[in-house]
């Protein structure tokens, strides 16, 4: 717990500007370690939602939450920073106001809270949030609602990160693999996911040709990850093709691209492994 001297509105006060140093501090340090500009601000919920992709929601009712799962808001994103540290002393007064309410001992309702995966977004109740944190409180009472996504919001730290994750959930609209197929397709740079998607429609368009048939996008990402991505990435591993390339769905996007540019072709063989091999080992 903050020191309490036993004057509720002046340990208030006391809270409050310690609270405003330590954003500003924040500030500077990240100023002068040229941290991306996103990695202190509060995560805004409306594009965390849109990244991952709505699928429903739960109420859950009340429930105690970890205030350091605490990381985003529904519409206070300029308010606090990334801890809920005032930005400016513009909230000053009513912050204050709470702080003092509460070391008189005055009872506090609930903050509102959404959950997604393991984080949570302040519907209502931002000072309360930030009151805590200055008191060094773990624990807070909430009323939560959980957000269900069509992908995980496994790591999301910053803004920045949302990129990424509405590529992947644009890609897995695209290309509806589930389970362990959809997670062994990773990225590291968003576009990519829109460059394989386009190489995976091209794909069954190609097979719906040959074979006479209409194919439905799960039936073309099924065939396209098991007749395709499986061979050919096990194919060029053996072969020690970009070794130094860390997942497989980034050597199988450069092979694809790498063998049309060079040959001009859609097959496979061993002439064209070879081919990708030596090329390979002149990018490194």
């Avoid at 709505?54 to 990334?82: A, C, M, N, P, W």
């Avoid at 099924?222 to 970009?242: K, N, S």
């Avoid at 060079?262 to 070879?274: C, G, N, S």
């Amino acid at each position: 717990m903050a020191r309490d001297t036993g004057f509720p509105d002046a340990d208030a006060e006391n809270d409050f500007s310690r609270m405003r140093r330590a954003a500003e501090m924040s500030r500077l340090i990240a100023w002068f370690t040229r941290q991306p500009a996103d990695v202190n601000t509060i995560l805004p919920f409306d594009e965390v939602v849109a990244a991952l992709g709505r699928l429903g929601e739960t109420y859950l009712g009340l429930q105690q939450v970890e205030v350091s799962s605490i990381v985003g808001s529904v519409d206070r994103t300029k308010d606090f920073d990334r801890m809920f540290r005032p930005t400016s002393s513009r909230i000053r007064e009513r912050w204050q106001r709470l702080a003092a309410a509460q070391r008189r001992g005055e009872s506090v309702p609930p903050v509102r809270l959404y959950r997604i995966g393991g984080m949570h977004f302040v519907i209502d109740g931002h000072h309360r949030v930030s009151i805590a944190i200055a008191r060094h409180l773990h624990i807070i009472d909430a009323y939560v609602t959980e957000i269900h996504t069509r992908i995980s919001p496994e790591g999301i730290s910053a803004t920045s990160d949302l990129i990424l994750k509405d590529h992947r959930r644009l890609f897995l609209s695209r290309v509806p693999l589930v389970g362990a197929q959809a997670q062994a397709i990773r990225f590291t740079d968003p576009f990519d996911y829109a460059e394989l998607a386009e190489n995976v429609e091209a794909w069954g368009f190609r097979l719906g040709q040959e074979i006479g048939e209409y194919l439905t996008r799960a039936e073309v990402a099924r065939r396209w990850f098991g007749e395709e991505f499986l061979p050919v990435v096990r194919m060029a591993r053996r072969a020690g093709v970009r070794d130094d390339l860390g997942s497989d769905a980034e050597l199988y996007l450069w092979l694809a691209c790498e063998r049309y540019r060079l040959v001009r072709k859609h097959i496979w063989d061993d002439e064209i492994v070879a081919r990708l091999h030596d090329q390979g080992r002149r990018r490194r």
